[in-house]
């Protein structure tokens, strides 16, 4: 007599499945008949984990327990490859990089090597769609092995023609409504990966620096400002005392020139200047850090941006800076023009250890620049979507807005 094995059993049942349709999501019945779970799309890197089988087991329980009560569940799968994660797999995968210069060449097969090979931006974007595929089958296998009751009939890519297709005709739908305006603004700026970097993907790393005391010329006298950033002294549009620290309550409302560049700034008062930190007078520059960006925003600063995108300064010199002086960093890097303001002033640097921004994925320090950019006006509707959301938080069951939610927040998001 046979043993009884569980060899095959996974395959049968899945195909059984797929055939019936069982999971499938009707959408015949009424609204309040439907249970909808919108999930974020996981990131295609190429590389599954346990973290993913627990958080799919977890919706997948509700998602059942929903079918059980009788409810028409909409439970699709998604992936998100789009992105940087799928820029770099795709650059580590073949060896290769997007040069938007070069000409198209059909069939191109890469063969990688020691060296990152340029190629066109036509061919890396199909090199992006042709591995990506292969890591979705990969996914969808993992997905399907573990029984998940999801709508395969819905899958859809954050890179496919139907989800760019409707961004594009979202955001037409707003630029046509007013809700879309560009304006120039700060950016954070990975110079490594070429890319604009979200809040979300930033994280702090101990990196090694040095404090530096610079000496501006005021009415009463050279007024010292510590800072571990001297090559963004042309970028410096104000200096920032705290409204309460006595020792420069006096300047505050008058005027200081900045050393080698003599641009002249002025010294305003803002509860963000920290009086425990160096000297208490601080340089805002634009930009160095998030805090430049919150005094270049709140006090009504210009914006004198003088890194580029390419991670070095700027050819010409901000408004107010002395041309010469600012020549000696024109097309430096950043290390180099810090070098280079250092010997010109024969700073002497005392050595520190501090927290800097950088992009997760990223080694080198992120900076600011600034670009032109779009953004939607979703401050106007603030108000009115957050008394939607306190009418409907906490109802299990079809409130006022008709919307069904599953846990306190804005509609939608149960």
């Known amino acids: 007599m046979e043993r009884p094995t569980l060899d095959g059993l996974e395959t049968t049942w899945a195909r059984r499945w797929a055939e019936s349709g069982v999971y499938r999501f009707r959408g015949t019945g009424p609204r309040s008949s439907v249970f909808s779970i919108d999930t974020p799309p996981p990131t295609v890197s190429g590389r599954l984990h346990i973290g993913h089988v627990f958080s799919y087991t977890h919706t997948d329980v509700i998602a059942r327990f929903q079918r059980m009560r009788g409810m028409d569940v909409l439970y699709p799968m998604g992936f998100d490859d789009n992105g940087l994660p799928t820029e770099r797999r795709v650059q580590l995968h073949y060896g290769v990089r997007c040069d938007p210069s070069l000409p198209y060449e059909p069939g191109l097969e890469p063969v990688k090597g020691k060296r990152t090979v340029p190629v066109s931006r036509r061919n890396f974007v199909e090199l992006c769609e042709r591995l990506t595929e292969q890591d979705e089958r990969a996914y969808e296998a993992l997905w399907r092995r573990l029984g998940l009751s999801v709508d395969w009939s819905r899958t859809y890519t954050t890179i496919g023609t139907a989800a760019r297709k409707l961004a594009q005709e979202s955001f037409l739908r707003l630029l046509a409504a007013g809700e879309a305006y560009q304006a120039e603004a700060p950016t954070l700026w990975d110079t490594t990966f070429g890319t604009a970097v979200a809040q979300a993907e930033l994280v702090d790393r101990d990196t090694p620096g040095a404090w530096h005391t610079l000496l501006f010329d005021t ?140 992009y997760e994925k990223g080694d080198r ?50």
């Not at 000696?328 to 010997?343: I, Q, Y």
């Not at 953004?375 to 008709?402: E, K, P, V, Y």
């Open 365 to 414: 320090p992120l900076e600011i620049v600034s670009s032109r950019q779009w953004f939607i006006r979703s401050g106007t509707h603030r108000d009115a979507l957050l008394a939607r959301g306190r009418s409907c938080a906490g109802s299990r069951s079809r409130c006022g807005c008709g919307t069904r939610t599953g846990w306190k927040g804005l509609p939608g998001t149960g």
């Open 219 to 358: 009415a009463g006298g050279p007024a010292a400002v510590e800072t571990t950033r001297p090559e963004l002294l042309p970028a410096c549009v104000a200096l920032i005392a705290h409204p309460d620290d006595e020792r420069h309550r006096a300047l505050i409302g008058t005027t200081a020139r900045s050393p080698l560049f003599g641009a002249e700034v002025p010294v305003l008062a803002h509860p963000a200047a920290d009086p425990e930190r160096g000297s208490g007078l601080v340089m805002c520059c634009t930009f160095g850090d998030l805090t430049d960006v919150l005094w270049w925003r709140e006090l009504g600063l210009p914006a004198h941006t003088v890194i580029g995108r390419d991670g070095r300064l700027r050819p010409d010199p901000p408004p107010g800076v002395a041309a010469d002086a600012y020549a000696e960093l024109a097309g430096l890097t950043v290390r180099k023009a810090r070098e280079r303001v250092v010997e010109l002033l024969g700073l002497e640097p005392r050595p520190v250890t501090r927290p800097v921004k950088h």
